[in-house]
Structure formats: C-alpha cells, structure tokens
C-alpha cells in the first residue's frame, strides 16, 4: 500500500519528501487547533471577548459559556460574532452592542454564514463562527497546491510563508476574516486560471460582502493590454457586477440602520507611507526594550521587512499579463495609504490586510537559488508563527482536589474569578500571571454546602519595594515586605473557604508604576496560581 502511494505521488510529479512536509504543517495546525478548545466553551476563546463590554453584550450571547478575557475590551470578533446571531441587522439590540454597527454591518459574508452553519441556535453560531477560520485554513492550503504542488522545497517555502504567515495565523487567533477573505480571492483567480471568468466575477463579488477590501481582487479580472476593446468593456461589465452586491448591501443598512455605512473607518488611511514611516519609527525605538517576554517588537520588525520586500518585488517587475500581479500591485497601492489604525500594534492588522500581496509575491517570484534569500525576507513573519498561534492562556489559575470536593452540585465547579483590578492572564511556556493595578481581589467560589480545606500556592514579583498582605473574606492570612525587582513563593495551608463566595483580597502600600515602555500601571504580580482542595469540613449541628 505504501509503495503504491508513494508511486502515485512521483507519477504526479511530487516529492514524497516534500509532501511528508507539507502533511507535517497541516498535522501541526491541527493540533494547534485542538489547543484552542476549552471544554464547556468550545473554540469560544479564539473570539476574544473582553470583560469591559459584558454588559453591552446581545443577551442571548450572555446565555452562553463561552470565555471572556478579564479586564480586556476585546477585539473585532466580538462585534461580528453578535451580528451573526441577526445578519438582518434588525435586532434593535445590535445597536448598543456593536461598537459601529453601521461600518461592521457591511462585512456581512461571514457573520452570515456563521448563522447559516449554526441553524439559527446562539451556541451553535459562535461556533460555527469562530470554527471557520479553521475550515478556511484547510481548505486554503488544499487550494494554494494549484500553485505550489509539493514538488519541490522551493514550492515547500512558498507554501508554508503563506499558511504560517502572520496574517493567516491572526486571522485564525482572533476568528476574523482575513484568512477566508483571501480563500475566495485565490478561488477566483483558479477559476480565472481554468477559462472560467464570468464563475470567478461571480467569486468576486460575494467576496466584497466578506470584506470591502476584497473587491481589489476583481484586478484579476482585467485583460492583457495586447487586447481589443471588447475585452475591455467586458472587464468594465464585470467589475461593476463585482461591487454590486456591497452597493446593494450598503444601501440596505442606511435603510435599515442609518449611520454612515460608506464610512472608511477611522484612522484606517492616511497620506502615502505617512503611517508606515511612523510605525517603522516605534519600532526601531523600541529595540532597545525587546525581552522575551516583550518581543511584540521583533515581530513588528519581521512584518515591516516582509511587507516591504514584497512590495518592492511587486513594484519593481511589474506582469501585467499575470493575474496576481495585478492583484498583487492593487493591495502594494493599498499599502502605501494604510493609516495608524492597521499599523498600530504589536505587529499590528497591516500582516493580514495585506495577505493577498503575499500570495502574489509568492506566486511571482522567479524559481532558482538566487532568489532564495529573496524569498526568505519576503516570508519572515512564518518565524513568528509559534507566537502568533500560542495555545490559551487559561484562565489565570489551577484547581486540584477530589472530583467530590472540587465539583458540587449541578457539576458546578470550585472556581476563582479575578476582577477588573487584574489585567489579562498572561503566560509564556508553562508559567501564567496576572498583574496587578493597584489593589485587587479575587473571588472563590466555593460549590459545596460545606466549608473547605484549601492549600493556596503562588508566586510574588513585584519591580519595586512594596508590602503586600492577603485578606480572607476580611481576615488576614498573609503579609510581607519585599524589595525592588524580588519574587516569592508562598505556600499557605489551612484556609478555609465557607460555602458560596469569598474574597481574597490583595492591597499593598506603594503606588502602581509602569515598567519599561509597558503603558499599564502594575503593582504586582501573581504567578502559577494553584488552589489544592485538602478536605471539607463536618457541617454545623
């Protein structure tokens, strides 16, 4: 059976080889997908829902378990998640929960979809919408082999620049639609490739639903200069067929919804390289501050190289006969007015708006060695990758015990919940923390109808002196002075958690500081944060 595959394989043309390669990439992404599902929440983290915007949140999303990200605002998935569960657009409640229900409303395709695959059901839309980054992902690379057969380790790179790339693996991270965005494009170019244009503008046009950007994609649909007229005015017919359905749409929310539907977002564009210029400007002053765990940076930097080799390749062998070129050359246009909301960051959106370009460059580079180190720049932020696709970080802590005394009633579980005065659960390897902004506190559910015995264990790090005491539902525990940049590890045993709720609370006696070019004030921090459950107490007569 092997042989006989591994013949079929060089009958094609492949590398047996290289396609063991390109099986070890896809192996990866679907065990890294597996790292994103949390029981009872499902993929729901990949959404990025944040704390602060719980209760402008659609009702019937509350009703759900899914995870939300403490003291955080979130990112965009949260707003087009909502508008999944009423592509309509005509839940009144929409208005209040999305942050521009008018500008998101307008990227239609995907919340629409979610809702198709969901069969209308809240629980089964989110996930559905956050599971079709991931379908997207397979189906992508399934696709791209039109270009790169796994023939070759020079096939290999450009295969792999693209589906590791920074801007696929964000797409897939925050559940946004980059990565099915750019899924249709390349569709429309194979459709293109195989005579079949009027299928491709068809393509086309559902993409500018997707994402208005999209619709640069609709550059492949234009002719080689050495044609008539009437290739021409075909190309004028089906381009103005590609922006028709989001007309249509736009015209359909200022109906419905009012606002500015035709708004270009604030902040997305500015003068030519004005945003860039910035942008490579912060990043060149923070190198100095790059750590392991502030490589936010190098990432930035891998970006700017990437893109900017891509551009010059685009711009300086100009195909006009090739359809990604001109794909390719409409988004390197793009770049060049992209403002400070897609650079800001660490890397920042500009990795995956520009994913098309990318994939044009790939496509287009001249096969040898020397283009290699090329086409190594031009791919760089695939070194990015393991961070950009980092596994959860949890929920902050860790319980252990006897299922009958971690679990009560109703499978209810003995939980810990941090507040707003913690910043995100932050983790790197096997340790997780969260800082501190000042006093903070932190809740523990107890679900028995019995007190409990716990062991509380912790690490402490703060950057400068400070005292810092522990509470217990009023009663301290716990206390210690500790100097500039110092860490402990406590063990406390014996705290007992009555049934229901109690508070842990930490205060310390010095002001919140900022640490190197981090913004966020931050006191202290708390590491490795473990509660052992050791045994219950009998009730009271």
């Known amino acids: 059976m092997i042989r006989r595959w591994q013949q079929a394989l060089r009958d094609r043309g492949y590398d047996n080889w290289v396609v063991l390669?390109?099986?070890?990439?896809?192996?990866?992404?679907?065990?890294?997908?597996?790292?994103?599902?949390?029981?009872?929440?499902?993929?729901?983290?990949?959404?990025?829902?944040?704390?602060?915007?719980?209760?402008?949140?659609?009702?019937?999303?509350?009703?759900?378990?899914?995870?939300?990200?403490?003291?955080s605002d979130g990112y965009d998935a949260q707003y087009y998640v909502q508008i999944a569960m009423d592509p309509s657009l005509q839940n009144q409640a929409l208005r209040r929960a999305v942050d521009s229900l008018p500008y998101r409303g307008r990227r239609i395709l995907f919340a629409a979809t979610a809702y198709a695959f969901g069969l209308g059901q809240p629980a089964w839309i989110m996930q559905a919408f956050a599971l079709q980054n991931a379908v997207t992902w397979f189906l992508l690379a399934l696709l791209l082999l039109h270009w790169f057969p796994p023939r070759s380790w020079d096939y290999f790179l450009r295969w792999t620049g693209i589906m590791l790339s920074f801007g696929i693996c964000l797409s897939f991270r925050n559940a946004l639609f980059d990565g099915p965005s750019l899924l249709l494009i390349a569709f429309g170019?194979?459709?293109?490739?195989?005579?079949?244009p009027w299928w491709a503008t068809a393509v086309l046009a559902l993409g500018g639903l997707g994402k208005e950007t999209n619709l640069l994609g609709s550059a492949a649909l234009l002719p080689k200069f050495s044609e008539g007229g009437r290739a021409w005015g075909l190309a004028v017919g089906r381009g103005l067929l590609t922006v028709t359905p989001l007309a249509l749409w736009i015209l359909y929310i200022d109906l419905m919804v009012g606002g500015k539907a035709g708004d270009l977002g604030a902040r997305n564009f500015d003068l030519p390289f004005t945003a860039y210029g910035r942008k490579l400007g912060e990043v060149i002053d923070s190198l100095p501050d790059l750590s392991a765990d502030h490589a936010g940076p190098l990432w930035s930097l891998l970006m700017l190289v990437a893109l900017t080799v891509q551009f010059l390749h685009l711009v300086l062998r100009p195909q006009w006969a090739q359809a990604w070129w001109r794909i390719g050359?409409?988004?390197?246009?793009?770049?060049?007015?992209?403002?400070?909301?897609?650079?800001?960051?660490?890397?920042?959106?500009?990795?995956?708006?520009?994913?098309?370009?990318q994939v044009a460059f790939n496509v287009l580079v001249p096969a040898g060695r020397a283009w290699w180190l090329v086409l190594v720049l031009g791919n760089l932020t695939m070194l990015a990758a393991p961070a950009a696709l980092e596994s959860p970080t949890g929920e902050g802590y860790v319980v252990r015990g006897p299922d009958t005394l971690v679990y009560g009633a109703n499978h209810q579980k003995l939980r810990i919940e941090f507040t707003d005065a913690w910043y995100p659960v932050e983790r790197r390897h096997n340790d997780y923390w969260c800082w501190s902004a000042g006093n903070a506190t932190l809740a523990a559910h107890n679900p028995q109808p019995v007190p409990l015995v716990v062991r509380l264990r912790f690490t402490l790090n703060v950057n400068a002196p400070r005292t810092v005491r522990l509470l217990l539902n009023g009663s301290r525990v716990w206390a210690t002075e500790l100097g500039e940049h110092s860490s402990l590890n406590v063990v406390l045993n014996e705290l007992i958690l009555p049934p229901g709720s109690n508070t842990l609370d930490f205060s310390t006696d010095t002001p919140s500081s900022r640490i190197g070019t981090d913004p966020r004030l931050l006191a202290f921090r708390l590491q490795n944060l473990r509660m052992d459950v050791q045994r219950s107490l009998a009730a009271a007569p």
């Open 21 to 71: 390669g390109y099986s070890a990439i896809v192996v990866l992404f679907l065990w890294t997908l597996a790292q994103f599902y949390i029981p009872g929440k499902g993929l729901s983290y990949l959404i990025v829902f944040g704390a602060r915007q719980e209760e402008a949140r659609l009702s019937k999303i509350r009703k759900l378990d899914y995870f939300v990200t403490k003291g």
């Open 189 to 196: 170019v194979y459709l293109l490739d195989k005579g079949r």
């Open 329 to 357: 050359i409409s988004y390197a246009v793009l770049m060049i007015f992209l403002g400070d909301a897609v650079w800001e960051g660490y890397p920042g959106a500009a990795a995956r708006v520009l994913l098309p370009m």
